[in-house]
C-alpha cells in the first residue's frame, strides 16, 4: 500500500475532492446518455440489408465513437474512484506517466481517437469516388459530409485542448468543457441521419415500433405463463 499510494497534500486541494468525485459521477451519465444514440444507430444500420451493404464504413464509425464514449465513461468511473479514496482514505494512488498511459480509459481514448478520424479519411475518399461516377449518391455524400464536419468541429475541441494542456497552463473547467464537447460529436451520427434523410428516420421509427411491439407481446407472454404457474400450484 505504502508503494502504491501517498498521503494527500494541501497542493492537492482537498476541498475539492467531493466536487470532482461528482462530476465524474457526471462524466459516466453523460457517457452513457452518448452510448445510446450510437447503439440505436447501430442496430438501425445493422438490422437492414440495404444499410449493412452501402453504409459498411459508417458502421465502424459508429463503433468508434462507441469506444470513446465507453472511454469516458471507465475514466469517470476510475477517477472517481481515486477521489473518492482521497476522501475516505486520505489517500491518492502514487503512478508515473507510465501506469497511467496502462489505464483501461486511455487505451479505449487511443483506439477511438485513432480509428475515427481513419475512417472518415475513408468515408470521404469512398463517397468522392462514388460522386465522381454517379449523381445518384448525392445525398449519401450529403450525410457523410454533414457527419463529418460535425465531427471534425466537436472533436478537434478536445485535441487542441489536450495539445494546451501539455504546453500552457490551461483553466481545468475548460478541460472538461471539451470533454463534453467530445460526447457532442459521438453521439450526434443517429440525429444528423434522422433530420437529413426521410427514409433511414422512417426506418428507425419502424424499428423502434417493432421493438415495443415485440416487448409487449413477451411481456403478455411472460405474464400469461406466470399466471398459469400459480394456478397449477393453487
Keep these: 500500500m505504502a508503494a502504491l499510494y501517498r498521503p494527500v497534500m494541501p497542493e ?37 440489408k440495404i444499410y449493412r451493404r452501402d453504409y459498411m464504413l459508417v458502421i465502424m ?24 479514496m482521497g476522501i475516505k482514505e486520505n489517500l491518492f494512488p502514487l503512478e508515473d506517466s507510465w501506469i497511467c498511459a496502462q489505464h483501461a480509459f486511455v487505451c ?5 481517437n485513432t480509428a475515427g478520424p481513419l475512417f472518415q ?34 472533436i478537434s475541441i478536445p485535441n487542441i485542448s489536450a495539445i494546451l494542456e501539455a504546453n ?10 471539451t470533454v463534453l464537447a467530445g460526447l457532442l ?23 423502434l415500433l417493432c421493438g415495443i411491439k415485440s416487448y409487449k407481446i413477451w411481456s403478455k407472454s411472460t405474464q400469461s ?3 398459469r404457474s400459480q394456478t397449477a400450484f393453487k
Design 185 to 207: 460529436a459521438y453521439s450526434l451520427d443517429l440525429f444528423i441521419y434522422m433530420a437529413i434523410s426521410q427514409e433511414f428516420r422512417e426506418r428507425v421509427v419502424n424499428l
Design 61 to 84: 464509425l459508429c463503433v468508434t465513437d462507441s469506444v470513446n464514449c465507453l472511454s469516458i465513461i471507465v475514466m469517470g468511473s476510475t477517477l472517481f474512484k481515486f477521489y473518492d
Design 121 to 154: 479519411v475513408v468515408i470521404a475518399i469512398d463517397r468522392f469516388i462514388s460522386i465522381s461516377g454517379s449523381s445518384s449518391n448525392v445525398n449519401k455524400l450529403k450525410q457523410a459530409a454533414a457527419v463529418s464536419f460535425v465531427s471534425f468541429i466537436l
Design 12 to 48: 492537492d486541494d482537498p476541498g475539492s475532492f467531493s466536487q470532482e468525485r461528482l462530476l465524474y459521477i457526471f462524466y459516466q451519465m453523460l457517457g452513457l446518455c452518448a452510448l445510446a444514440p450510437n447503439i440505436c444507430l447501430f442496430v438501425v444500420l445493422c438490422y437492414y
Design 108 to 112: 479505449l481514448r487511443l483506439i477511438g
Design 168 to 177: 500552457l497552463h490551461v483553466n481545468r473547467v475548460f478541460l472538461h468543457l
Design 225 to 227: 405463463r406466470a399466471n
